[in-house]
């Protein structure tokens, strides 16, 4: 099983496919990584050589940010935002949408489950 900055990637599915599997790497990059590289984006992870692992994992260490170094910078674009007072970290802090959703119906996902007020026997 091959190992790229620190995921593994599965056994049987096309390499260009696996390494989707990274985040920080979609298809449009796995295809550009291959490019580079030289490997045909058609082989299978499993057919794949020590040396191969090897050119892919330079390629993606040397010219993208992954996994926790893309979460981290990512964590701390939404706490500057927050630090700083702007509508959108506004909007961060108080966990609703921040993209211009409506919020008086929809936003389940972002907002939580529905609660329904709570009524005092008289």
Known sequence: MARIAGVDLPREKRIEVALTYITGIGLASSQKILATVGISPDKRVNEMTGEDVAKIRDEITEHYKVEGALRSETQMNIK???DIGCYRGLRHRR?????????HTNARTRRGKRSTAVRKKS
């Open 80 to 82: 500057r935002l927050m």
């Open 95 to 103: 966990n609703m949408p921040c993209r211009g959703q409506r919020t």
